[in-house]
Structure formats: structure tokens, C-alpha cells
């Protein structure tokens, strides 16, 4: 009965992890997911999330189902976040928010909203980005094409490329964008850039999809939401897919959003109820645990202070550790220039490595990066940057 059906290949960076656990070697180091780990190599439980779950276990028992779009306090804290606390497009009621599992579920319940209501929409992403990408949009029956961003012969954007391709576009054609920390390449657009792209959407009416996943891991919380903020302000349709998983260390916990920013409240209203019916006939309702540390750490103005202290501090390591890595190579390989581990933000670094070096760094070192050369700097730490560059500049001498 079930012959016919085929064999998954696996994923590539889901797959990976599974490999690294199963890897016997002692000094073995996982490069590969987007995760973060601390100084010693452990992931964190955020303070501000520790005193959140304390107040959950002592206040609430109870779990009933949360609503379709989740809890209120959940949704108000990734509007908050995204457009500004005191922003108009708030008050004004424009957006249509629902918390989602995690921003694989935003950009799934994305997906479909753009499936069932722009049929003729095709989804541009960049070249390259994160697998899932592609794979959720056209497993939501989107077809999906790619628009250049990405220069393998200088590491730098393909800016003006990037440009002519969106005015060739098509009206209402989806344009899924990285406002932060762009997933695989580090590399982000600078805050003239995005004004030139959103311009070029303006006018082409192109619909803009902003995946953020990293808020606070680029310059800082207000600065990683410039695109989404000026697109508001152009007065922009607009669908945002955020993640708490890295910046709340969160990541089993699969919180995160979607919001839709709409030209008038009746048409909020409206698409928030499509929301809600398609989370009804996909998974009914998300799951609470997440949802309520959510609420409470977005919600109390100490623990929100104290939070974004610890994600800044999460940045400051990474960068520390982009700043160790770049001189360690630079001291071992002087020909080569290792600019690009520097001028790339976020969580990883596009090392420009070949298939083949990533595979010997693998299974010579136990040191575990994508095959297309994303790295992820998070897992550095001053006890394995040693072993890490030593082995990349033997792979990259050879
Ligand atoms: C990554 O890109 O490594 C993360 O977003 C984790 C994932 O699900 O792929």
C-alpha cells in the first residue's frame, strides 16, 4: 500500500543535528542550526524567562484551549515589538495579529492566506535563503521563484540587480524579505537600501513579506525593524512572520507571529478572521506554555528591560566572537581577507567555503556547518575558536 511513496531525503540543517548528536568524537562542535549557546557551549534559559515560568507554575494550572490567534498579551507583544510600542498603525487598529507556532507556523499560515486569496501570486525570495522558505510556500501551493541578493564573487550584495528584477515583477507578486540578519548570509540591506527596495514595491504594488526572525541579534530592536517600520510608514500592505525562538531562547517552545497590516480596520477585521480560520482548520489553537511566557515577559516592563539586556548581551557575544575568529584567521592565512566575518550580522557567516571543505571540516574535525558554508557563530566560544579556525585554515590551504 505504501510503496509507492517516496523516501525523504531528510532535512539539511535538522538532518545535520541529528549526525552531530550521533558523532562519537569528543571535541565535536555544532556550526550548523541557529542556535545559540553561551561562553560554555550551553543553550540558555533567559533570567526574565525563569521568573516568567515561575509565575506560570504558581499561578496558573489550568490549561484550557487558548483562542485561535492565541493570547491577547502574546499578540500585543509581537505588535509592540515590531512597530513600536506607541506606533499609530496601532492605535488605529490596521494590524491583524495571532501568535503562531513558532515563525515556521506565521509563514505556513502565510502561505495559505496568500494561497487562498492572491491565487495569481508568485513568492520571489532571495538567493539564496533558508530552505524552509521554499519549501513552505510551495508546499502551500505558492510557486516560488528567487531574486538575486547574494554575490559569491565578492561576498557583498547584488543590490542593483536585486532592483531591476522587482520592477519585472508582477502586481500583488509576494517579495519575502529578511529585515535582519539574513538567513544564510548574514548580510542586510543598509537603511537607504531598504528605503530604494520599498520604493520599488511601492511602485510596482508588490506585496512585501518580512520574515524576522533575529530582532536584537543585528544593531538593536528598533533599528533590525527599520524596514518594517518605514513600510508602515509608506503606508504599505504588509505580512510580518516573527520568532521568538532565538531571542527568548525559546526555541522547543515554537512561539512566534504573523501580522498583517492592512490599509483600513474593517479589512484588519476581515483578514483576522481568515487567520483565525485557517489556524482553526490547520491546528485549532496554539499551545500555552510558550504563549504565556510570551505574555508575561513582553508585557512587564522590568522583565522586558531586563530581556533585552540579555539578548543584547546574546549580540555582543556573537559579535566578540566574529571579531576573535577574523584575527585568528587573518594571523594563520595573511593572503586571504576575512572582512566578511565581520561585515555579516546576526547569528551566521557565509564562509564562502566549497561543499567539499565543509564535508572534510565534518568528517576530519567533527565540526559541523551547512554544506552551502553557513556558519554559525553562536556556537563559538573561546575554548573551541582555536580548534575551529585551526581547522578551517587547514581545509582552506589544502
Ligand atoms: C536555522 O536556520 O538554522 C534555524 O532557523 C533553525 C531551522 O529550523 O532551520
Not at 8 to 17: M, R
Not at 76 to 104: E, H, M, N, P, R
Amino acid at each position: 500500500m505504501f510503496e509507492r511513496i517516496d523516501y525523504y531525503a531528510g532535512d539539511p540543517i535538522l538532518g545535520l543535528v541529528e549526525k552531530f548528536l550521533a558523532d562519537e568524537n569528543p571535541n565535536k562542535i555544532n556550526l550548523g542550526i541557529g542556535i545559540y549557546y553561551d561562553e560554555n557551549g550551553v543553550m540558555p534559559v533567559l533570567d526574565c524567562v525563569k521568573t516568567a515560568e515561575k509565575r506560570i507554575a504558581d499561578s496558573i494550572s489550568a490549561r484550557p484551549y487558548l483562542p485561535m490567534a492565541g493570547l491577547p498579551g502574546h499578540r500585543k507583544g509581537c505588535q509592540d515589538l515590531l512597530f513600536g510600542k506607541d506606533a499609530q498603525v496601532l492605535k488605529d487598529g490596521l494590524v491583524a495579529t495571532i501568535a503562531t507556532i513558532g515563525g515556521s507556523g506565521a509563514l505556513k499560515i502565510g502561505a495559505e492566506f496568500i494561497n487562498e486569496w492572491f491565487p495569481q501570486s508568485k513568492c520571489y525570495v532571495s538567493d539564496p535563503t533558508w530552505g524552509n522558505h521554499i519549501a513552505i510556500f510551495e508546499g502551500s501551493d505558492v510557486e516560488v521563484g528567487k531574486y538575486p541578493y547574494y554575490d559569491t564573487a565578492t561576498g557583498g550584495l547584488r543590490f542593483d540587480e536585486m532592483i531591476a528584477f522587482f520592477a519585472t515583477l508582477n502586481k500583488d507578486d509576494v517579495i519575502l524579505l529578511h529585515p535582519c540578519c539574513h538567513n544564510p548570509t548574514g548580510l542586510d540591506l543598509t537603511h537607504a537600501q531598504w528605503d530604494t527596495v520599498l520604493n520599488v514595491i511601492q511602485e510596482h504594488e508588490l506585496i512585501p513579506f518580512m520574515d524576522i526572525a533575529y530582532q536584537g541579534f543585528g544593531e538593536d530592536m528598533d533599528s533590525d525593524a527599520y524596514a518594517i517600520r518605514k513600510a508602515v510608514d509608506m503606508g504599505l500592505p504588509l505580512f510580518v512572520s516573527n520568532s521568538f525562538s532565538k531571542n527568548l531562547s525559546l526555541y522547543g517552545e515554537r512561539v512566534g507571529g504573523l501580522s498583517v497590516v492592512c490599509p483600513t480596520t474593517d479589512e484588519a477585521e476581515r483578514v483576522f478572521g481568515q487567520l483565525n480560520s485557517m489556524v482553526r482548520r490547520i491546528y485549532s489553537s496554539p499551545p500555552s506554555h510558550g504563549g504565556h511566557v510570551v505574555d508575561i515577559v513582553m508585557n512587564d516592563a522590568a522583565l522586558h528591560e531586563q530581556w533585552i539586556g540579555e539578548v543584547y548581551a546574546m549580540r555582543d557575544r556573537i559579535k566578540a566572537m566574529r571579531l576573535k575568529l577574523k584575527s585568528v584567521l587573518e594571523a594563520k592565512i595573511p593572503n586571504r581577507n576575512f572582512d566578511y566575518i565581520t561585515r555579516q550580522n546576526g547569528m551566521f557567516s557565509f564562509t564562502g567555503l566549497t561543499p567539499e571543505q565543509v564535508e572534510r571540516l565534518k568528517s576530519e574535525y567533527s565540526i559541523y556547518m551547512i554544506s552551502n558554508s553557513r556558519m554559525c557563530v553562536a556556537g563559538l566560544n573561546t575554548n573551541n575558536i582555536d580548534y575551529v579556525a585551526n581547522a578551517m585554515a587547514d581545509v582552506l590551504k589544502d
